[in-house]
């Protein structure tokens, strides 16, 4: 699961590199609305990209779009 601080820098990885990495999936490709607790542990190598070493419970994440 990629994470992005807001739905415009997701956009704009699809429209990039992240476009890339799906360029042959046959299904169709949905963004996840993800609403953490605070203070839950995130690392950020970028600036537009956070990465979860912890599970993420089913909760804490909702649809929000399909973008195929």
């Known amino acids: 699961m ?3 601080s807001d739905y415009n820098s997701c956009v704009d990885a699809l429209g990039q590199w992240l476009g890339d990495e799906f ?3 046959e299904e169709e490709l ?3 609305k ?3 607790p605070d203070h ?3 690392e950020q190598e970028v600036e537009w990209e956070w990465i979860s070493r912890n ?3 089913a909760p ?3 649809f ?3 973008e195929g």
């Open 40 to 42: 839950f542990p995130l």
């Open 55 to 57: 599970r993420i419970h």
């Open 60 to 62: 804490c994440i909702s």
């Open 30 to 32: 949905i963004t996840l």
């Open 23 to 25: 360029e042959d999936l």
């Open 34 to 36: 993800v609403e953490l």
């Open 2 to 4: 990629f994470l992005f």
């Open 64 to 66: 929000y779009k399909n």
